[in-house]
């Protein structure tokens, strides 16, 4: 029964901030909730931000996932401090997620030292 219960939580759409390389576009997608709100591309990768009703989420993807190299995702509401998420991953950043009702967000991420960033969006 235990086994059972890892198997959702490691199942499809369960990808990671580690990085895990393999997964698939779609599957990065799913691990925000919410509907696509704004793809900002750069050189080195994009950033996605997803709204639901409540919260906002956003992630920072790799455009030639593998291999380890320093990446970024950062999602600040009006009004509150930055969630962040860095390291060394092969594929992405985050999800990281903010409460959102009626409240602006900025967003920003980094590959490899390129970045993109928003203004204040979702307002």
């Known amino acids: ?5 890892a198997l959702v939580l490691a199942g499809p ?16 997608a799913s691990v925000c909730s919410g509907r696509p709100q704004k793809t900002v591309g750069f050189a080195t990768g994009e950033l996605r931000i997803y709204k639901s ?8 993807v790799a455009k030639n996932p593998g291999t380890r190299r320093e990446m970024a995702v950062s999602l600040q509401a009006r ?19 903010v409460h959102a ?23």
């Open 1 to 5: 029964m235990i086994a059972a219960g």
């Open 101 to 123: 009702l009626n409240r602006c967000v900025r967003v920003s991420g980094a590959v490899s030292g390129v970045s993109a960033s928003t203004g204040w969006i979702l307002c």
């Open 53 to 60: 009703r409540d919260y906002a989420c956003a992630l920072t």
């Open 13 to 28: 759409g369960a990808a990671e901030a580690d990085g895990v390389s393999g997964v698939a576009r779609t599957e990065i």
């Open 79 to 97: 009004g509150a401090r930055p969630v962040v998420d860095s390291g060394n991953f092969s594929q992405q950043a985050g999800p990281v997620t």
